[in-house]
């Protein structure tokens, strides 16, 4: 019988811990191997312990989350999760700690309603990441000197759409690393929260100067060289076709796959106004938001190209995407935008 993960709860907050051991109740694979208030208690428990994953909180006394990070991945990896509240601070600490090396970042919350748990979401988090190798990262991206010279676009796509999910904001700035000014206009969807999507793309645009990335807004025109990030939390991200090009569409809907906005809805939309013309990319993740819509995108005669295995920090929805025949290509995560700007044959029309 496989034992079960080992967790080590550290948050400040007496009540978020007794959130998250009620949380972890029903979860008979999941135990919290321990709690800790702040950072040097938490040190302790991880030498007598030996957790599998740590969920960790931001804001705490003596040493913040990060910091603590930091620690942890230099001396003893471990696959962390990021515990924080909802706030445009808490929202860029948490992007730092996943360019660090955090597993994902979840939602923090006190408030309580009836017959509910705020953390129900946070096991099935937690059971992926126990799953997963923790990676040190440094969160920087190569200078432009020291980037291979990019090539230009040997097809004339009208629009680039990309999803992915736990992961992705590593990923995602890999492949944009490698394209260039001119490239055709880019949609994405990662799954965030909200007030994360917007410092995600704000971050974005400062570190790569070839690109103008944003998040996205209704109605918006979609331009060469431009990117635009579906906003977290709130609305479905679609594409639709006006007669002064592409442009955003932002609406309203119930959960598809369970996210908002979802992956899914944007290539079902890429598919249906821009066909032959799109290139779908779906990156790691949790799940199979995206799987179908990017099959949806091939029989459209687009080129679609999944993230591969070995490069995913959870292997999900490309996984998911390449069963399903969806992927003309499966790729590592640094070669995608190679595979992107060179790729010559589109997908036969079914």
């Not at 008979?28 to 740590?54: M, W, Y």
């Amino acid at each position: 019988m496989t034992s079960p993960v080992k967790v080590l709860v550290v948050d400040d907050s007496r009540t978020a811990r007794a959130m998250i051991r009620h949380a972890f109740q029903s979860h008979p694979d999941l135990v919290i191997s321990g709690e800790a208030s702040n950072p040097l208690e938490a040190r302790d428990l991880i030498i007598k312990d030996q957790p599998d994953v740590i969920t960790l909180d931001i804001e705490m006394p003596n040493i913040n989350g990060l910091q603590f990070l930091e620690k942890i991945m230099r001396l003893r990896p471990i696959p962390v999760v990021m515990v924080s509240s909802l706030t445009e601070r808490n929202a860029e600490i948490a992007l730092t700690a996943l360019q660090m090396g955090a597993f994902d970042c979840f939602p923090k919350t006190t408030a309580t309603i009836p017959g509910t748990n705020a953390y129900a979401g946070l096991p099935g988090i937690v059971r992926q990441a126990a799953r997963s190798k923790p990676v040190i990262r440094t969160g920087a991206v190569p200078s432009p000197a020291a980037l291979p010279e990019r090539k230009s676009w040997q097809q004339t796509y009208d629009l680039v759409a990309i999803g992915s999910s736990t992961g992705g904001v590593e990923a995602i700035e890999e492949v944009l690393s490698g394209f260039p000014a001119n490239s055709p206009p880019i949609v994405i969807c990662q799954h965030m929260p909200a007030f994360f999507t917007t410092s995600f793309a704000e971050r974005l645009n400062k570190k790569l100067d070839t690109l103008t990335i944003s998040e996205a807004s209704d109605r918006e025109m979609l331009l060469p060289g431009h990117v635009r990030i579906a906003p977290g939390g709130t609305r479905h991200m679609t594409v639709t076709r006006t007669e002064h090009g592409l442009a955003t569409r932002l609406v309203q809907a119930p959960a598809v796959n369970g996210h908002v906005p979802s992956v899914d809805v944007l290539f079902d939309s890429v598919a249906e106004q821009v066909g032959a013309k799109a290139l779908g990319i779906i990156l790691t993740g949790m799940g199979q938001d995206g799987a179908e819509g990017l099959l949806a995108l091939k029989r459209a005669g687009a080129w679609t190209i999944a993230q591969d295995k070995a490069s995913s920090v959870v292997y999900g929805m490309p996984r998911v995407a390449a069963e399903l025949g969806a992927a003309a290509q499966i790729v590592a995560l640094n070669q995608i935008s190679s595979a992107a700007m060179n790729a010559h044959t589109r997908q036969p029309l079914p």
